[in-house]
Nanobody
Framework: QLRLVESGGGLVQPGGSLRLSCAAS????????IGWFRQAPGKEREGVSC???????DYGTSVKGRFTISRDTAKNTVYLQMSSLEPEDTAVYYC??????????????????WGQGTQVTVSS
Protein backbone atom coordinates (compact mmCIF):
# COMPACT_ATOMS: atom_id res chain seq x y z
CA GLN A 1 0.00 0.00 0.00
CA LEU A 2 1.29 3.44 -0.92
CA ARG A 3 2.44 5.72 1.89
CA LEU A 4 3.48 9.32 1.33
CA VAL A 5 5.56 11.41 3.72
CA GLU A 6 6.26 15.10 3.17
CA SER A 7 9.27 16.94 4.57
CA GLY A 8 11.23 20.13 4.04
CA GLY A 9 8.80 22.71 5.33
CA GLY A 10 9.80 25.51 7.67
CA LEU A 11 10.05 29.23 8.20
CA VAL A 12 11.56 31.31 5.39
CA GLN A 13 11.76 35.02 4.66
CA PRO A 14 9.94 36.54 1.70
CA GLY A 15 11.96 36.02 -1.46
CA GLY A 16 13.54 32.88 -0.07
CA SER A 17 13.44 29.28 -1.25
CA LEU A 18 12.50 25.88 0.10
CA ARG A 19 12.47 22.39 -1.34
CA LEU A 20 9.72 20.05 -0.24
CA SER A 21 10.06 16.30 -0.56
CA CYS A 22 7.35 13.69 -0.91
CA ALA A 23 8.83 10.28 -0.15
CA ALA A 24 6.79 7.29 -1.30
CA SER A 25 6.98 3.81 0.18
CA UNK A 26 5.14 0.56 -0.35
CA UNK A 27 4.93 0.86 -4.11
CA UNK A 28 6.88 2.64 -6.87
CA UNK A 29 5.96 6.30 -7.19
CA UNK A 30 5.96 5.80 -10.96
CA UNK A 31 2.69 3.90 -10.61
CA UNK A 32 1.01 7.23 -9.86
CA UNK A 33 0.71 10.83 -10.85
CA ILE A 34 1.66 12.99 -7.88
CA GLY A 35 0.13 16.30 -6.94
CA TRP A 36 1.07 18.98 -4.46
CA PHE A 37 -1.74 20.85 -2.73
CA ARG A 38 -1.76 23.47 -0.03
CA GLN A 39 -4.25 24.78 2.49
CA ALA A 40 -4.00 27.99 4.42
CA PRO A 41 -6.13 28.69 7.52
CA GLY A 42 -9.65 29.62 6.56
CA LYS A 43 -9.08 28.85 2.87
CA GLU A 44 -9.94 25.98 0.59
CA ARG A 45 -7.36 23.41 -0.45
CA GLU A 46 -5.56 24.65 -3.56
CA GLY A 47 -3.76 22.68 -6.24
CA VAL A 48 -0.13 23.78 -6.55
CA SER A 49 1.53 21.43 -9.01
CA CYS A 50 1.41 17.90 -10.37
CA UNK A 51 3.61 15.52 -12.33
CA UNK A 52 2.83 12.40 -14.31
CA UNK A 53 4.86 9.27 -14.94
CA UNK A 54 5.92 10.76 -18.27
CA UNK A 55 7.09 13.92 -16.44
CA UNK A 56 4.33 16.06 -17.84
CA UNK A 57 3.81 18.85 -15.31
CA ASP A 58 1.23 21.46 -14.47
CA TYR A 59 1.21 24.42 -12.10
CA GLY A 60 -1.35 26.59 -10.39
CA THR A 61 -1.57 30.14 -11.68
CA SER A 62 -0.26 31.67 -8.46
CA VAL A 63 2.96 29.62 -8.45
CA LYS A 64 3.77 29.33 -12.15
CA GLY A 65 7.31 30.49 -12.82
CA ARG A 66 8.29 30.26 -9.14
CA PHE A 67 7.78 26.57 -8.28
CA THR A 68 9.23 23.51 -10.02
CA ILE A 69 8.07 19.94 -9.54
CA SER A 70 10.30 16.95 -10.29
CA ARG A 71 10.58 13.27 -9.50
CA ASP A 72 13.50 10.98 -8.70
CA THR A 73 12.40 7.43 -9.39
CA ALA A 74 15.60 5.99 -7.89
CA LYS A 75 14.72 7.63 -4.57
CA ASN A 76 10.97 7.10 -5.02
CA THR A 77 10.53 10.78 -4.22
CA VAL A 78 8.82 13.79 -5.74
CA TYR A 79 10.15 17.27 -5.03
CA LEU A 80 8.66 20.74 -5.07
CA GLN A 81 11.29 23.45 -5.42
CA MET A 82 9.80 26.74 -4.28
CA SER A 83 11.50 30.05 -5.05
CA SER A 84 10.63 33.73 -4.67
CA LEU A 85 8.35 32.79 -1.80
CA GLU A 86 5.68 35.24 -0.73
CA PRO A 87 3.68 35.50 2.51
CA GLU A 88 0.69 34.30 0.51
CA ASP A 89 2.47 30.95 0.05
CA THR A 90 2.10 30.26 3.76
CA ALA A 91 0.12 27.04 4.16
CA VAL A 92 0.28 23.36 4.98
CA TYR A 93 1.55 21.58 1.88
CA TYR A 94 0.37 18.07 1.05
CA CYS A 95 1.41 15.59 -1.60
CA UNK A 96 -1.07 13.11 -2.97
CA UNK A 97 -1.22 10.29 -5.48
CA UNK A 98 -3.71 9.52 -8.21
CA UNK A 99 -4.19 7.10 -11.07
CA UNK A 100 -3.84 6.81 -13.99
CA UNK A 101 -0.18 7.75 -13.78
CA UNK A 102 -0.14 9.50 -17.15
CA UNK A 103 -2.59 12.27 -16.27
CA UNK A 104 -2.87 14.77 -13.45
CA UNK A 105 -4.87 17.79 -12.40
CA UNK A 106 -6.01 19.73 -9.38
CA UNK A 107 -9.27 18.06 -8.41
CA UNK A 108 -8.37 16.91 -4.92
CA UNK A 109 -11.15 14.34 -4.74
CA UNK A 110 -9.44 12.33 -7.49
CA UNK A 111 -6.38 11.75 -5.32
CA UNK A 112 -6.71 8.65 -3.16
CA UNK A 113 -3.56 8.71 -1.04
CA TRP A 114 -2.37 11.72 0.93
CA GLY A 115 0.57 12.55 3.14
CA GLN A 116 0.27 14.20 6.53
CA GLY A 117 1.40 17.61 5.34
CA THR A 118 4.30 19.94 6.07
CA GLN A 119 4.00 23.54 7.23
CA VAL A 120 5.51 26.33 5.15
CA THR A 121 5.58 29.78 6.71
CA VAL A 122 6.83 32.79 4.76
CA SER A 123 7.40 35.72 7.06
CA SER A 124 9.96 38.35 7.91
Amino acid sequence: QLRLVESGGGLVQPGGSLRLSCAASGTPVDNYAIGWFRQAPGKEREGVSCITRGDWTDYGTSVKGRFTISRDTAKNTVYLQMSSLEPEDTAVYYCAATVPALACGFRARLYGSWGQGTQVTVSS
